[in-house]
């Protein structure tokens, strides 16, 4: 049984430019969340994704978008990096109205 | 608003002894509480949660939490520290608005372990 899945690993950008990552849920889990969490911080929540809808959001600017596909994988996009935009990016995935959330390993973002 | 507050920052236990992490929570309806630890570099581990019912919960190697109502406390416990626990542990409560769902974490405590 596949756990939560997320690509790539590792990411450095420049400010300004975009990025896109990538999370698969675990199986049979329909709903997915996101997170950041910056160095030495707990996780912030980012959005939550069912249904290929944005059902919730965290204080995150409008940079900060996603989307879901039907086989519930989901995307995270970030516009014009800035500095601050570095943390790790973390997806969990659950059912929908479920309680727990499992989380990927994450992608480690670096903005220079 | 729900939050959470993990007042230790850092603690430092010998390898054999026992520990205690400490996580308070502000939320207005009855909470979801979880922990979870995180190892240098990856993910979350889910250690164990509360829903409801008895109020000392049962986790993953060896950990236990108890749920205080009346202090809004959900410590973190176990008997005796391995080497192998040192990590950063994470108090979370979960909030719902219909079916949507997040967690709200505290900063987290960086558990260190001397053999």
């Known amino acids: 049984d596949a756990g939560v899945t997320q690509s790539p690993t590792h990411l450095i950008k420049t400010r300004g430019q975009q990025v896109t990552l990538r999370c698969s849920p675990k199986?049979?889990?329909?709903?997915v969340s996101w997170y950041q969490q910056a160095l030495g911080q707990g996780p912030q929540f980012i959005f939550q994704?069912?249904?290929?809808?944005?059902?919730q959001r965290g204080n995150f600017p409008d940079r900060f978008s996603g989307h879901q596909f039907p086989n519930y994988s989901s995307e995270l996009n970030v516009n014009a990096l800035l500095l601050g935009d570095s943390a790790l990016y973390l997806c969990?995935?659950?059912?929908?109205?479920?309680?727990?959330?499992?989380f990927g390993p994450g992608t480690r973002l670096l903005v220079l | 608003a729900q939050s959470v507050t993990q007042p230790d920052i850092h603690i430092t236990v010998s390898e054999g002894a026992s520990l205690e992490l400490r996580c308070n929570y502000s939320y207005g309806a009855t909470p979801y509480l979880f922990w979870y630890v995180q190892s240098p570099g990856q993910g979350l581990q889910l250690l164990l949660k509360y829903f409801s019912g008895d109020t000392l919960v049962q986790g993953i190697k060896g950990f236990e939490a108890e749920f205080k109502r009346s202090q809004s406390s959900f410590n973190l416990r176990k008997p005796s520290v391995h080497w192998s626990d040192a990590a950063e542990y994470f108090c979370a409560v979960g909030a719902w608005a219909g079916t949507a769902s997040k967690l709200t974490f505290g900063t987290g405590t960086r558990l260190q372990v001397t053999l």
């Open positions: 994704y069912y249904e290929e809808e944005e059902r």
């Open positions: 199986s049979g889990h329909d709903t």
């Open positions: 969990a995935s659950s059912l929908v109205g479920g309680e727990t959330q499992y």
